[in-house]
């Protein structure tokens, strides 16, 4: 009996949390969606949702959000994999953590200088006789600093997955013949397909309701659900409208986090299958 009362005393300040900063923010949004513009009771803004327009940015935001996750682990896997190979991999990986601690908006401005039109970049560019060039307010811009924001999180499950490999699995498949693409395909990749999905999670998730960068670094011209909703609620005050924006943005996110879930039983910590 004591220890089912230490259990819930302990538990009451986490169970607090979520109530105030998890379930309570939630249950708003779902409210304030039921209500338009004039606060009065209505479906429109769910029955809107579904129209042309915000199909085509529901759609859009997908496409920017797959890209940044793509290109995120085609170049997260191989470094991670190159760091658990290095002497000193904790070291290493602490300097690409490093650069996330910096604040994001710092950051999205130090990319608006370099690719700016009087930037170091254009300027080197002008120099190889290219030209000054429009970088800055496209979509590779957009893409490019997505990528370089978002990459050290898909890094770093993927590292703590190929770390944990067992490599007599490894050197057991290439004793047996098996080339390296084989190896990687059959071996490697999926006894570290947890790290890979924890990695989609963690990019794929807030890429989709990226809103700062879409002003900053595509000047509007990328628009996201995220954007959406910030228009809805600090340009057109429609809260009803930006809540039902956000209540989808949930589910959506509910339903990434289902298909992307990891099964811990796949495999042990020492890489050996179960």
């Known amino acids: 009996m004591n220890n089912k009362l230490s259990r819930s005393f302990y ?8 109530f105030l900063f998890v379930i309570t923010p939630i249950a708003l949004i779902v409210y304030y969606s039921f209500f338009d513009i004039t606060g009065n009771f209505t479906l429109a ?64 401005y130090a990319f ?9 970049i254009n300027a080197f560019l002008e120099l190889t006789g290219l030209g000054n060039q429009q970088i800055l307010f496209t979509d590779f811009s957009f893409v490019f600093v997505s990528v370089y924001i978002f990459i050290p999180f898909m890094i770093l499950p993927i590292f703590n997955s190929l770390d944990k490999l067992n ?19 059959r071996v490697i990749l999926p006894l570290t397909i947890n790290g890979v ?27 996201t659900l995220g954007t959406a909703i910030e228009q809805q609620f600090l340009v057109t005050q429609n809260w009803g409208m930006g809540s039902t924006i956000a209540v989808f943005l949930i589910i959506f996110m509910f339903l990434i986090m289902l298909l992307t879930n990891s099964n811990e039983r796949g495999t042990s910590l020492n890489g050996k299958v179960k």
């Open 167 to 185: 490599p007599t699995l490894v050197d057991a498949a290439r004793d047996l013949g098996a080339s390296s693409w084989t190896t990687f395909k």
């Open 45 to 108: 803004n769910y029955k809107d949702f579904f129209s042309s327009v915000y199909l085509k940015l529901t759609l859009s935001s997908f496409w920017y959000a797959f890209l940044i996750t793509a290109f995120s682990l085609l170049f997260a896997y191989p470094t991670a994999y190159f760091l658990t190979k290095t002497k000193h991999k904790q070291l290493w990986l602490l300097l690409i953590i490093i650069p996330s601690w910096i604040n994001l908006l710092l950051k999205t």
């Open 11 to 18: 538990s009451l300040p986490y169970l607090t949390w979520i």
């Open 197 to 223: 999905k924890s990695g989609i999670q963690v990019v794929f998730i807030p890429a989709l309701s990226i809103f700062m960068i879409t002003r900053l670094i595509a000047g509007n011209k990328v628009i």
């Open 112 to 120: 608006i200088g370099l690719f700016g039109l009087y930037g170091p």
